[in-house]
Every structure is written in C-alpha cells, then in structure tokens.
C-alpha cells in the first residue's frame, strides 16, 4: 500500500513512516501545505494520511485543493484539532475519516487499511481485491497491502527485510540470486559493501523462527524461502 503522509513536525513525520513501513506500507513523506498537491499528483498513493497545521497551506486548503484537481484518494485527517465541529469541517471538505491527536498505531493502522480497501473495491478505482497471496509456510504476503503475515499476524520487519521477503515470496520454490537482492534491498546505494545482503538475510533468519519457514543458502544460485519441513 502506498501511503502519503502529509505532516510537517519532523519527529512525528520520521517515527510515523518507520513505524507504518514496518507495517508493510510504502510512505512518502511531504513537510509543505504548498508542496502537498503536487507531491500527491506525483506520488498517485493509495491512501493520504494529512495533517491540518502545515506551513505554507494548511490541511484544509490542501484536501479542497486535492479533490477541486480531481484527486480522489482516500484520506485520513490526522490533527490536534479534535473538536465535533473541527471534524465536521474536515470531513466536509473532502476528508474520509479523522483521527485526533494523541492517537493509537494499531487503531490508524486499521482506519488506513479499511480506506485502502473500500478504494480498492471501488468501480472508480479499476481495483480489485481479488488478489492471490503467496503463502509459504505459515507466511502469507498480501499484496493489497504489502504486508507479510504469520498466522494472520503482522510480522514486524525492517523496510529492507521486507523488501527481501517480498522479492523471496513473489518466487516461491525458486533461488533469487544475491546480485537481484542486493539491488532491490539496496537500490542506488553505491557505498554499500556487497556482503551487506548477508547481514539482513542473518537478521531476517532469526526473525523467521518459528514461522515453519526456512530461509536458505544455496550455493551459487542465491536464497530461497520454504515451509519448513
């Protein structure tokens, strides 16, 4: 799933992208009322998580000006401003849900994903939740949302642990060579040493105990994922 998450405190910015990316979500982060539309034209996410108090154009003017340039995503208002009448605003405005501050992960979690499948099963959207799930042991990776689930239970993974399993689970039964890994855990990263595949494939391993799934070495051909025998 991707996400564009419009806030502009930079501590919350940071520990909300870690945290929804450990979650199996793709997040964009835009600081800049002014900046806001444009990044979303851009981006084309699935769901918007958006606060009011922005520099520049607040939240508001951001969502009238969204959806006045024909923007339909989804979006979740995420703000301080948690009044009946501050709520009625934003969802008058084009808002499709609204959070107040302090909130609950799990509970905004669950609000993004609900907007991501509603829109997903949308005649407007060309979506479908018809999707088949590689599973591979106990591990399913849905690919609506990006997550990778252990009994029905999100496995809490790194950005780059996850873009390994999802390289691995989109190929089950077959070897993905160290080179095509290393690209995708490491895309453009010139500085990093080659061998830095095997540090997250060692951190991923310990993960995965106990998930009747073994990830494997093989010689020559790279690393590949099997239910446990």
């Known amino acids: 799933m991707k996400l ?57 003017h951001v969502l009238e000006n969204a959806r006045k340039g024909g923007l339909h995503t989804p979006v979740l208002i995420l703000t301080a401003r948690g009044t009946v009448g501050d709520r009625i605003i934003g969802l008058n405005a084009g808002a499709d849900d609204y959070l107040p501050k302090p909130f609950d992960l799990d509970e905004l979690e669950a609000r993004l994903r609900a907007l991501f499948r509603r829109q997903a099963g949308s ?11 590689p599973v591979v042991g106990q591990l399913r990776y849905e690919r609506l949302s990006g997550a990778i689930y252990h009994q029905e239970v999100i496995l809490e993974l790194t950005p780059r642990e996850l873009t390994l399993m999802h390289a691995l689970m989109s190929r089950p039964a077959h070897a ?26 060692y951190r991923l391993r310990k993960k995965l105990t106990h998930t009747g799934t073994t990830l494997m070495t093989l010689r020559g051909l790279g690393y590949l994922l099997k239910a446990s025998t």
Do not use: H
């Open 176 to 201: 993905v060579s160290k080179e095509k890994l290393f690209e995708l855990v490491f895309p453009g990263e010139r500085d990093v040493q080659y061998e830095a595949i095997e540090v997250v494939v």
């Open 123 to 133: 005649p407007n959207t060309g979506a479908s939740t018809s999707y088949d799930d």
């Open 4 to 60: 564009l998450l419009v806030e502009n405190d930079p501590s919350m910015q940071t520990a909300l992208s870690r945290a929804l990316g450990r979650r199996g979500m793709r997040v964009t982060c835009c600081g800049d009322g002014l900046k806001a539309v444009a990044t979303w034209q851009a981006f084309q996410p699935d769901v918007v998580l958006l606060d009011l108090s922005l520099p520049g154009l607040d939240g508001l």
